[in-house]
C-alpha cells in the first residue's frame, strides 16, 4: 500500500507565475507535450473568468471582505494532491481516474468550503497524475487575540463574529495541517493510499530544488579544488624560494667564516621544519585535490546514469503507449474518429465521463438538466431527453438527441421558445419576402 500525498504552500498576490505552469502557457520541461492534451481543468471558472489567476481575484472580490488586503498578505494557497507513482499509475489502469478526482474535490470543498476552491487542474503530462488545487483562504469568525488585546477588547465596539476575512495563517495551524493529513488518509483509503508516517522528519522538495541543489554542490567543489590548487602553487613557490637561498652568491665569494656561517644557517635551514612543512602540507593539498576531484567525477557519472535512466524509462513508457495506440486503432478503429465527439460533449455540452462512457458504447442515455448551444449562445432544457451517437453519411459519430441530430433539436428548441415569446421563428423568417 503507497501513500496518498497532500502539499500545500502559501503563495502571495495572484500567484501569475504559478497559473503559467499549471495552465503550461510555458512549457516545462519535465512535461510530455504529446500528453498535455490529456490535462484538464477540474472545477468550471465562473462567467467572465477565463484563468486561475482571475478566478483567485474575482473569489477576493466577491467575498465580501471589509479590511483591505495588505501587499504582503497571503491569497492564495497551492495545494498538491497525488500518490505513490505506482499507485496512481494502477489507479490510472483501473478506470479509476476520474472517481479519484471527484474523491479529491468532494475532500476539499467539505474540508475548506466548496466556494473556496477556485481551481483544480489534473495534470497528466508529467511522470506521475496529480492535481494542482488552489485555495484562497476565506474563513468567517473573529481572529484570534493576543492577551494584551483581550484586555482591552472591551473599548472596542463589538464586531460581528461572522464576518467573511482573509487568513492563511488560520488555515496553516501546525495541528491543523496534521488533521488534514490524517482525514486526507482517511478518504483515500478506498484507493489504496495510506497516511504518510506521522513525526517523519522528511521535507518536501521540489525535483528541480534538488538537482538545483546538486549542481551547486558540485560547482562548490570545482571552487575549493581551485582554492587548494592555488594554495598549492603558492606552496611550492615558498619551497623553491627557500632552496634557492642556500644557493646565493653570498656563498660562493665569502670568506670561510661567512660560508661556515651561511653553511650553518643553511644546515640550520634544511633542518628547521620549514621546507618539511611546506613540502608535507602540498602533499596533504594534492591529496585533498585528489579525493575532491573523485568525488566530483563520481557525481558526474551518477547523474549521466540518473539521466540516463530516466531517458530509459522515458522511452520505454512511450513505446508502451505507441503499442497501445496501435492496437487501439487496429482492433477498434472507430475509437480515433470518436475522440473529436468526445472532446464537443466534455468541453461544448459539459457532459460528464460517466454519461460519455455510456454513449460511447452506443446505448440511449436520458439526461436532464441543460444543454448549451454554441450556434445560439444559449442553454436549453433537455429534462427527459434521449441522447445516443450515430453515424453519419460522412462515417464521423454525430450526437443525437430524442432522435435527430443535436443541430435540428437545438434549432427545434429554439423555434419553441421564439413561440413563447410570440416572435417569429426561423421558418416564418425564411417565408418573409423583402
Known amino acids: 500500500m503507497g501513500y496518498a500525498v497532500l502539499h500545500m504552500e502559501k503563495t502571495s498576490g495572484t500567484d501569475t507565475a504559478m497559473s503559467a505552469h499549471i495552465e503550461r502557457t510555458i512549457k ?9 492534451h490529456l490535462n484538464r481543468e477540474l472545477i468550471r471558472f465562473p462567467d467572465g473568468v477565463e484563468s486561475r489567476t482571475q478566478a483567485i481575484q474575482y473569489r477576493l472580490d466577491t467575498a465580501g471582505l471589509t479590511r483591505k488586503i495588505g501587499n504582503n498578505q497571503v491569497r492564495a494557497i497551492r495545494v498538491l494532491l497525488t500518490g505513490t507513482h505506482d499507485d496512481m499509475e494502477r489507479i490510472n489502469n483501473e478506470g479509476r481516474l476520474d ?34 488545487a488552489t485555495l484562497v483562504p476565506i474563513i468567517k469568525g473573529e481572529r484570534k487575540r493576543k492577551k494584551k488585546e483581550e484586555q482591552v477588547k472591551k473599548r472596542y465596539r463589538k464586531k460581528p463574529t461572522d464576518t467573511a476575512r482573509l487568513c492563511a495563517d488560520d488555515i496553516m495551524t501546525r495541528a491543523k495541517l496534521k488533521s488534514y493529513q490524517d482525514t486526507y488518509a482517511q478518504a483515500m483509503n478506498g484507493y489504496g493510499l495510506q497516511r ?7 521535507r518536501h522538495i521540489s525535483t528541480r530544488q534538488y538537482y538545483r541543489d546538486l549542481v551547486q554542490q558540485t560547482e562548490q567543489l570545482r571552487t575549493d579544488i581551485g582554492q587548494l590548487q592555488d594554495r598549492k602553487e603558492t606552496a611550492q613557490e615558498e619551497l623553491r624560494r627557500a632552496k634557492k637561498e642556500v644557493q646565493t652568491e653570498k656563498l660562493k665569494g665569502a670568506a670561510t ?45 551518477w547523474q549521466v546514469k540518473q539521466m540516463q535512466d530516466m531517458k530509459s524509462a522515458y522511452e520505454q513508457q512511450n513505446r508502451k ?4 495506440v496501435d492496437f487501439v ?51 436549453f432544457k ?22 435527430v441530430s443535436h443541430v435540428s433539436w437545438f434549432r427545434r428548441k429554439k423555434d419553441e421558445f421564439m413561440e413563447t415569446l410570440g416572435m417569429p421563428t426561423r421558418k416564418q423568417n425564411r417565408g418573409i419576402k423583402l
Open 28 to 36: 516545462p520541461k519535465n512535461a510530455d507535450e504529446s500528453r498535455t
Open 99 to 132: 472517481e479519484w478526482c471527484s474523491d479529491n474535490l468532494k475532500y476539499l470543498a467539505n474540508t475548506f468550503g466548496r466556494e473556496n476552491i477556485v481551481s483544480a487542474v489534473l495534470h497528466m503530462d508529467e511522470q506521475t497524475p496529480h492535481i494542482h
Open 196 to 202: 504518510g508516517i506521522d513525526g517523519s522528519e522528511a
Open 257 to 301: 667564516t661567512a660560508a661556515t656561517n651561511i653553511a650553518e644557517s643553511v644546515g640550520s635551514l634544511f633542518g628547521s621544519n620549514k621546507v618539511k612543512t611546506l613540502e608535507r602540507e602540498n602533499a596533504v593539498l594534492q591529496n585533498r585535490i585528489s579525493e575532491l576531484e573523485d568525488e566530483v567525477r563520481q557525481r558526474e557519472e
Open 321 to 324: 503507449l505507441s503499442e497501445f
Open 329 to 379: 486503432k487496429r482492433y477498434f478503429p472507430y475509437v480515433e474518429k470518436l475522440i473529436p465527439t468526445i472532446k464537443f460533449l466534455r468541453e461544448t455540452l459539459n457532459f460528464g465521463d460517466a454519461i460519455i462512457r455510456k454513449l460511447c458504447t452506443f446505448k440511449d442515455v436520458p439526461i436532464k438538466g441543460e444543454l448549451y448551444s454554441r450556434e445560439f449562445n444559449q442553454h
Open 382 to 403: 433537455a429534462d427527459g431527453a434521449v441522447c445516443s451517437l450515430k453515424q453519419n453519411a460522412e462515417e464521423r459519430f454525430d450526437l443525437n438527441i430524442d432522435g
